[in-house]
């Protein structure tokens, strides 16, 4: 398929999944299709050519939603969590999204994977999302201007993470001691462009024995 949407496509009523992905479908984001089918549940955009994510004014209970690799170079909508908040799988990668992470993510308690790699986000990660996504299993924050530590000295909530990508960002300071604490943590990446000291007594727990991790050259303390 090539060029905008169908309107006709867009008035499509009583769909579940919808799989655009793999296309040459430019313009903006198909909000209504999202507003006119209350029961999607999956909706697969990669690998196209759209350049404007608007989401609907109301909330929606869309569970999978994939727009990596498309041309997308603004801010990304502070909202997300509010009008998406059942997203357990989302998939932002490959685009140009700026600005801060919103902090409305901390609104998606059931999200399990989520991928905002390879983007233009900054600043620091918010705290209550660290706190309140819980369910998470992997996280991939690579190649984008995050900054701050990497995690403070407090738990995070997502203590079942396996996969935790955070290489190629601005990270500085110390690695916070809840870092240690990732008791299911299967593969750690911090590697490159990152400024960080590691405390000599974080200790891992013995679950991560076969844990693959990839470090910048770390100063101890």
Excluded at 1 to 20: A, F, Q, W
Excluded at 68 to 95: A, D, T
Excluded at 102 to 122: A, G, K, V, W
Aim: glycine share 8%; net charge positive; proline share 5%.
């Amino acid at each position: 398929m090539t060029g905008k949407l169908p309107s006709g496509l867009s008035n499509l009523k009583g769909l579940r999944e919808v799989d655009l992905s793999n296309n040459k479908i430019f313009g903006n984001f198909p909000t209504r299709l999202i507003e006119n089918n209350k029961e999607l549940q999956v909706l697969r955009l990669q690998n196209n050519y759209l350049t404007s994510f608007q989401l609907p004014k109301s909330t929606h209970g869309l569970g999978f939603l994939d727009v990596s690799v498309n041309k997308f170079n603004h801010l990304f909508p502070e909202n997300i969590g509010w009008i998406l908040p059942q997203l357990s799988i989302m998939n932002i990668s490959g685009n140009g999204f700026q600005g801060n992470l919103p902090s409305s993510l901390s609104n998606m308690t059931e999200i399990l994977y989520l991928d905002i790699s390879h983007n233009n986000f900054q600043g620091k990660i918010p705290r209550v999302f660290l706190k309140e996504c819980y369910s998470i299993g992997s996280l991939k924050l690579s190649h984008n201007r995050f900054s701050g530590e990497v995690f403070p000295e407090e738990v995070p909530a997502f203590s079942g993470i396996s996969e935790l990508f955070m290489d190629n960002n601005q990270f500085t300071g110390n690695i916070g001691k809840g870092l240690g604490n990732l008791e299911y943590l299967l593969v750690l990446d911090i590697s490159k462009k990152q400024s960080l000291r590691c405390y000599s007594k974080l200790y891992w727990p013995t679950s991560t024995t076969n844990c693959a991790f990839a470090f910048k050259k770390l100063a101890g303390r």
